[in-house]
């Protein structure tokens, strides 16, 4: 157990909103940015929290792609939210379950004492980088952020009791945004292929891919940690695609117990987990002393699983 | 202190080298990509360890800039190493310091016994993003790579004995890239500013930012840590820039102790600390035994400063 706590958590999502079918996705108006974003959701944990930015010892960002190559993303967001605090602040990456391998990271640190108050983001603007010429992705997406404070819990028995991330690379081209960064730079954009510098998913092979890896990995977790499926109030997995539903049935993931809001708000990229948490925090289906399991896949192929006592 | 050991390390230098004046700065030839620098880094390390890429059970990716958006460089330098192995693998970003955030948190998580063989590599190819208006920072760059991989050691003494980091935002955009992502994408290149597309240094505003903060933080460090000047061998800084040697001169840092190979080798970016490590342990400079303390400044502007018994 690495004793933790939530004290604080804060969504942004967009006003606008496209219909497919029954499908509803949130995208970012133009005026707004990817930063904007990002510093909202931590403005509305900070404040929730009643810490001040000035407070925080620790920013961990936790998106998937950043606001720009360099400085990292964490910097940026605490320069909105203050100038004179303390902080340090890096980035964390592993796609879309960037949060999943951050709060682990947060987890370790605050167990050590090496931190007392943390800042964990996350959020992607994945509409702006949407191929209309491929319907599996460009209908999938939706653009959020999320961001929650961590700190040592007076109460023992709260905090991250266990967790396991794995990543399997021959699956690792199936998810790609290729271009924007040293592989592809802007500049060679001119003479490009424009597809490069959007989404590319070939959604049937990354999901095979799962199919294949996840029970193994779901059931060593388990018994590894010695968690059984009645320990745990809920299930907050990455919202993935509509594959989510038959996934977690596959791996035996009680229905009454899941999160499964893909229809309702697409795939957040690394918001999706810490979105659907906070929603389920402000809406009193889960709280203090339940056991919750973050979980998902991400481009790499990457899976985490992560079970947090609120 | 936090056991662990470099059980190996590599380090990849381009042959092809330019000057200006006295100094040299190395640049990756055309036809090798940034990929293709971070895995042959990873190979050298592994094969100096005597451990295979499917030993690994954690890859941490450091760099600077990655390779692509999504997924992230650690999945794609792991996919180069093995199609085989069960690591996971995520990125740690806080731009050129980003090695020693990664050593900072393999240690955690070594030290916690979450993992038993972790790679941790960094590289950036700067020089692809020069700006040739810009002196200060086209003459300053180089490319280069460097990984090492870790183990707890049997030998308690050895490990991260102490380390610190801040981030200071009011420096924000000092050392900046732009564009490639969010802020900036490459769908918008052919309407932007080319230069946002490229490195843009304020060097004497970062200096001056620096002159001002890091007294205190590496007091506060010594002070915090009880390691006196004296109980240290060697200290290894980023490579930051002409200015290294007058800082160390003002950090009180003994000439005969410290590397600063600016002149020969430039600014690697996220390679310099662990390059410039990697060849003080080939040298023989230092072994077993011996404190050296890894710190430097980074985009942020961040600074870190990490004490680690090899």
Redesign the interface.
């Known amino acids: 157990m690495?004793n933790c706590e939530i004290v604080g958590w804060g969504t942004v999502l967009p006003e606008g909103t496209v219909r497919f079918g029954d499908e509803v996705r949130y995208r970012i108006a133009d005026d707004v940015?990817?930063?904007d974003m990002l510093a909202g959701a931590c403005e509305r944990a900070l404040a929730r929290a009643g810490v001040s930015a000035d407070e925080l010892d620790l920013?961990i960002g936790a998106s998937?792609?950043?606001?720009?190559?360099?400085?990292?993303t964490?910097?940026?967001v605490?320069?909105r939210?203050?100038?004179?605090?303390?902080?340090?602040?890096?980035?964390?990456?592993?796609?879309c379950t960037?949060f999943i391998?951050a709060l682990d990271?947060a987890s370790?640190?605050l167990?050590?004492g090496?931190h007392e108050t943390v800042l964990v983001f996350s959020g992607?603007?994945g509409t702006?980088?949407l191929n209309p010429a491929q319907a599996e992705s460009y209908e999938l997406f939706s653009d959020a952020a999320a961001a929650v404070v961590l700190r040592r819990s007076a109460d023992a028995d709260r905090g991250v009791i266990a967790?396991a991330?794995?990543?399997w690379?021959?699956y690792?081209h199936d998810?790609?945004?290729?271009?924007?960064?040293?592989?592809?730079?802007?500049?060679d954009?001119?003479d490009a292929d424009?597809a490069d510098?959007l989404?590319d998913m070939n959604g049937k092979k990354a999901l095979l891919g799962m199919m294949r890896v996840l029970p193994e990995f779901f059931a060593d977790f388990h018994a590894a940690s010695g968690i059984a499926h009645d320990d745990v109030a809920l299930w907050v997995p990455h919202q993935a695609s509509a594959a989510l539903g038959p996934m977690l049935d596959r791996l035996g993931i009680p229905v009454d117990r899941r999160i499964d809001e893909v229809s309702a708000y697409g795939n957040m990229v690394s918001a999706s987990v810490p979105f659907m948490l906070a929603r389920a925090l402000d809406e009193g289906r889960v709280g203090a002393g339940d056991t919750v399991i973050l979980c998902g896949t991400?481009?790499?192929?990457?899976a985490n699983v992560l079970a947090l006592r609120l």
Chains 1, 2 share one sequence.
């Open positions: 690495r940015t990817h930063l920013v998937a792609a950043g606001v720009q190559p360099i400085p990292c964490a910097a940026l605490l320069e939210l203050t100038l004179t605090g303390h902080a340090a602040a890096f980035d964390v990456n592993s796609t960037s391998t990271m370790h640190l167990a050590a090496a992607d603007v702006r980088f967790s991330q794995r990543t690379p021959a690792a998810t790609e945004i290729r271009g924007g960064l040293s592989r592809s730079p802007a500049q954009y001119a424009p510098y989404f991400a481009a790499g192929l990457t």
